[in-house]
Nanobody, 119 residues
């Protein structure tokens, strides 16, 4: 079983910054992809940013130039640095990690961390 622990959410004023982190633990043989999704009030879940072993990071158009995804492979951890936040960024942010465990492939989700952008 692979567990994800997210942290870093909270309340921030418009124009502010936050950094989210997500650490994966458990029986992990390798990680292929790590990413962040979000689900705002009354909205569908959407991809925010994703990084894989084989490609450059990808971002939703709405966050390009404002958000940066990064990972530390040795710690099985992925970060999302968010800046110039707007109320439209308010959402529950969920971490997603896919890879290989001793028993086979896995695709795990975190419980989510709330980000609220408001004055």
């Amino acid at each position: 079983q692979v567990q994800l622990v997210e942290s870093g959410g909270g309340l921030v004023q418009p124009g502010g910054s936050l950094r989210l982190s997500c650490a994966a633990s458990g029986s992990i043989s390798s990680i292929n992809a790590m990413g962040w999704y979000r689900q705002g009030p009354g909205k569908q879940r959407e991809l925010v940013a994703r990084v894989t072993n084989r490609s450059s990071p990808t971002y939703a158009d709405s966050v390009k130039g404002r958000f940066t995804i990064s990972r530390i492979n040795a710690k099985n951890t992925v970060y999302l640095q968010m800046s110039s936040l707007t109320p439209e960024d308010t959402a529950v942010y969920l971490c997603n990690v896919g890879g290989l465990a001793p028993w086979g492939p896995f695709d795990s989700w975190g419980q989510g961390t709330q980000v609220t952008v408001s004055s």
